[in-house]
């Protein structure tokens, strides 16, 4: 089952009629995933290491500011393919240290802890300060967090959109841009609240079970599936889904016949366009599931209970919001009665 592609519209970001919202007063000081960070004033040059960052930017209007964008999963948010044809994509992955320092950029806005944190795979958020290049994590990386774990990180809490909200009202804080802010935040709050109404309008069986497949380093072996904790346990939280993986580990691996014994009423599984290992494709994941002994006699396989579901949705992005919606849309469409 395919959900419809995202459509964000710049009539989705017109701000409601309120009061203005007041000017960001410089410096302004914040503190951003543990550390201190001062901005002097609005940047004017930014380059992004993550699609989150990047998408969130060009949807406070602000495309004019990103000069360069690295780390992605799937293509950009349809409203702003033609804004990102513009603007430099460093590299599709990590970039280096030296690509984004020669960007000349005031500010790096980051997705992940693990890209630039104290041992980050880019470069520590030190070596950027002692440029006098300021750095911006997404609060969704690292509030109820530990990333000190290495790899994916661990949750200590439950994720929630809260930090989503959270890190676009700075960020509109950044740029002075805050109206622009307060519209996107009351816009995917809004999309939120009517998916979770959906869900809760169908008639659902009391335990109703799902399992999100994110990938694997190679078809047959444990898979990366998502934890209780992070943003596909937020979704089927909401919903009214358990989750058959009960680690707090954001991505574990968990091995197909653990998972077949749970029997998960429904699978999730990622597309993206990324191609790091062999089931990234999702037409491999869909024939592993079809072929494999183990897999083919799960309840969701046999009864075409699969969900395709684009895989920036499943990290703590901005776009889980609209994977929210896309699993509810494709709950009213199931039936089961086995």
Not at 86 to 103: L, Y
Not at 263 to 274: H, K, Q, S, T
């Amino acid at each position: 089952m395919k959900t419809a592609p995202y459509l964000l519209t710049a009539a989705t970001l017109l701000p409601a009629a309120h009061a203005m919202a007041d000017a960001t007063d410089y410096p302004l000081s914040l503190t951003n995933c543990g550390m201190e960070i001062s901005i002097t004033s609005a940047p004017e040059r930014t380059v992004t290491v993550g699609q989150s960052a990047t998408e969130i930017l060009y949807s406070l209007g602000l495309a004019d500011r990103v000069t360069g964008t690295s780390v992605w999963f799937n293509p950009v948010l349809p409203a702003f393919a033609e804004a990102n044809d513009e603007i430099e994509r460093i590299a599709n992955d990590d970039p280096s240290f030296e690509a984004v320092v020669n960007k000349r950029p005031d500010l790096v806005a980051v997705q992940y802890e693990w890209h630039v944190g104290p041992t980050g795979s880019v470069a520590s958020r030190d070596q950027f300060h002692e440029l006098g290049i300021n750095t911006y994590i997404m609060p969704a990386d690292c509030d109820t967090k530990d990333n000190s774990t290495g790899g994916d990180g661990t949750r200590t809490a439950a994720f929630s959109t809260d930090s989503i909200y959270k890190g676009i009202t700075e960020l509109a804080q950044i740029y002075d841009v805050q109206e622009a802010g307060e519209a996107l935040v009351a816009d995917l709050a809004a999309r939120e609240e009517r998916a979770i109404d959906l869900a809760s309008s169908l008639e659902l069986p009391e335990d109703l079970s799902a399992a999100f497949w994110f990938s694997s380093t190679d078809l047959g072996v444990s898979p990366f599936v998502a934890g209780r904790l992070g943003a596909p346990g937020y979704m089927m939280e909401k919903l009214g889904i358990r989750n058959v993986i009960a680690s707090d580990e954001e991505w574990p691996t968990i091995g197909w016949e653990s998972i077949a014994r749970a029997d998960p009423d429904v699978l999730v599984i990622a597309r993206m366009d990324r191609r790091r290992f062999p089931a990234d494709d999702i037409d491999a994941k869909r024939e592993f599931l079809r072929s494999d002994p183990v897999t083919q006699e799960m309840s969701a396989v046999k009864n075409n209970r699969i969900v395709e579901m684009d895989a920036h949705a499943m990290s703590a992005t901005m776009r889980t919001i609209y994977g929210l919606e896309s699993l509810a849309e494709a709950l009213s469409t199931m039936s089961f009665n086995e």
